[in-house]
């Protein structure tokens, strides 16, 4: 909070585990601008940007293990404006496969698109019930790994129109999650979100 409120980077020396698809190629340590902290489904996270990238990076408190407050001061004036950009691209905080933004369309059985009606999901949502009561909810976002597990938590009231990507990622974590229960194979950490 200091370091955000006199504009101060901070040295993220040690980070542990990946909340919010850090790429595998961040290293530490690293310098980090820090803007906001953001509450987030019950964690609290520190958004800034990567001083040496020139990118945004949403980091749960709890992850940083180590670090070192410095006195370096840095103008956050445009890095606000392009952090409310960024925001507003992603579907929750975790950080998108990619830099495109794609039209999505999500159908619901009748009674949990009812449920979806009364929550705010994404600025850009628009839910129309159809003529069968099934609603039909529409973003503008792009595609990242809490998107994808927001749809898992609907079940078998949820179907992706479209994209095609995003139906062929919900279809190869489903088939994914069913081998390894037909397989009895141990689990392992897999964010299949991570950029390399």
């Not at 039909?136 to 095609?164: D, S, T, Y």
């Not at 194979?185 to 950029?195: E, G, H, Q, T, Y």
Request: net charge neutral; with cysteine.
């Amino acid at each position: 909070i200091w370091s955000i409120q006199n504009k101060r980077e901070i040295e993220l020396l040690e980070v542990d585990d990946d909340y919010t698809s850090i790429p595998k190629s961040i290293q530490y340590p690293l310098v980090f601008l820090p803007l906001q902290v953001l509450y987030h489904r019950g964690v609290i996270y520190l958004s800034g940007f990567m001083k040496e990238k020139g990118k945004m990076m949403i980091i749960a408190l709890n992850q940083i293990k180590k670090y070192h407050l410095t006195n370096n001061m840095f103008d956050n004036n445009k890095l606000l404006a392009a952090l409310e950009n960024e925001m507003q691209n992603r579907f929750g905080i975790t950080a998108n496969m990619d830099h495109k933004i794609y039209d999505i369309e999500i159908e619901f059985s009748e009674f949990t698109g009812e449920f979806i009606t009364h929550h705010f999901w994404h600025h850009s949502q628009s839910i129309t019930q159809q003529e069968n009561g099934n609603y039909l909810m529409k973003l503008r976002c792009g595609i990242n790994r809490e998107l994808v597990r927001w749809i898992f938590q609907w079940m078998n009231n949820v179907r992706v129109i479209k994209p095609p990507l995003l139906q062929e990622l919900v279809l190869a974590k489903y088939k994914e999650i069913i081998q390894d229960i037909e397989t009895e194979k141990p689990l392992v950490s897999n964010n299949f979100f991570r950029k390399e």
